[in-house]
């Protein structure tokens, strides 16, 4: 389909929404699971093809990352720190997504699988450079698109970590927040660990005293474990995965079980991680087995993103809209990058129903935050 634009969809700078449409479709229509590294890399040849038109350098970097340079100096010194611009190309979805959730516009809303985490971003923030018009700011603009956040970032961190010692300012170009459209001045840092038990197998009916059950361990960690959250101090704890045993009529020996963490602090991060790693056996012929820990730390809000908040909140009122802030429960790239420089996030495309059947971008709101990007990157 060739998306149109209807009465009341205004220009974005040299970007009308017809514009914005068509490179939302291009990316939507290149599934790019992140189990599929060449197929995200399709994505970022495209998303490079772009930078490429409007003369940035451009540079495969180590774990799959590619980085755009907009006017930064090739030789600059510690007065010339670039903005950081972080996106990712990756999505949850599986390859065939497109035949269930296919590319399309209905009234104001586009739909299709990784539109709105976060393709929309990576268009959005395009559109906003073509606006710049080669205008960049003083240090110009870096921009990392890496292939892995989906999953945790695990190639792709280090990169992103190093980028932000010489970043003046991080923009994260994550969704606002889905319904309220907010930016995301904090968000809670993010941990999987896996336990794993070891019993001793019995015949159930014969001998059961001789067996040692992983099963029966398993249940008493899994309250021990639940029991380490901390809703006052935003802590929470879910075991979402568990299994083991084999032949009902056996003492089951083995046994593990899946943990989700997220903590609003590093304290409380090191508790539960010091916590999990000190996890005793009730049945000591049993052994626990404790693996993971925290992959993303605290996005801790701070009075330097607050600052760049004031600053997008000021741009938007000036552009025609309210524009609020939230701490969220869920990780992004910007967790990596907020302890060493300031860092806002959710610049995005609004909408909602990131990694759901519902995924959609809201094109009533979407050229207002485009707009609101192009003046960020112009002023900050």
């Known amino acids: ?3 149109q634009t209807t009465p009341g969809q205004a220009d974005v700078g040299a970007e009308p929404l017809v514009s914005l449409l068509r490179d939302l479709k291009q990316l939507t229509e290149l599934e790019s699971p992140s189990s599929d590294p060449l197929a995200v890399c399709a994505v970022q040849d495209v998303v490079e ?12 970097l180590p774990g799959g990352t590619r980085q755009f340079l907009f006017g930064v100096p090739e030789s600059g010194g510690a007065d010339d720190k670039a903005l950081l611009v972080l996106m990712h190309a990756d999505t949850v979805w599986p390859h065939g997504t497109l035949g269930e959730m296919p590319f399309r516009v209905e009234g104001e809303r586009v739909y299709g699988p990784g539109t709105y985490d976060m393709k929309g971003g990576i268009v959005g923030l395009f559109a906003a450079l073509r606006a710049l018009q080669g205008q960049y700011p003083a240090g110009g603009i870096e921009v990392l698109l890496t292939p892995d956040e989906e999953t945790g970032s695990h190639h792709s961190r280090a990169v992103i970590e190093v980028a932000a010692q010489r970043a003046r300012a991080v923009l994260v170009v994550e969704p ?8 995301k001045t904090g968000r809670k840092g993010v941990g999987q660990f896996r336990v794993e038990v070891q019993g001793v197998a019995a015949h159930a009916g014969n001998k059961p005293h001789e067996g040692a059950s992983a099963i029966t361990e398993a249940a008493r960690q899994v309250l021990a474990v639940q029991a380490l ?13 568990i299994g083991g045993g084999g032949a009902v009529n056996v003492i089951p020996a083995r046994a593990f079980f899946d943990v989700d963490v997220r903590v609003s602090t590093l ?6 991680t010091t916590a999990m790693q000190e996890l005793a056996a009730h049945d000591e012929r049993v052994k626990l087995t404790v693996s993971g820990g925290l992959n993303r730390p605290p996005f801790e809000r701070s009075d330097r993103t607050l600052a760049l908040y004031a600053k997008a909140r000021a741009l938007a009122e000036e552009i025609g809209f309210d524009l ?3 701490v969220v429960g869920g990780g992004s790239d910007g967790n990596f990058t907020a302890p060493v420089a300031p860092t806002l996030d959710g610049l995005g495309a609004p909408g909602d129903g990131a990694h759901a059947a519902h995924e959609h971008i809201r094109l009533d709101r979407w050229p207002d935050h485009v707009r609101l990007l192009t003046a960020l990157l112009r002023e900050l």
């Open 267 to 272: 304290e409380e991060g090191e508790r539960v």
């Open 176 to 183: 606002p927040v889905a319904e309220s459209h907010a930016l």
């Open 1 to 3: 389909m060739t998306p």
């Open 324 to 326: 609020g802030e939230e």
């Open 229 to 241: 959250a901390d809703h006052a101090k935003g802590t929470t704890v879910s075991v979402g995965c």
């Open 49 to 60: 093809s772009w930078a490429r038109a409007l003369q940035a350098r451009t540079h495969a």
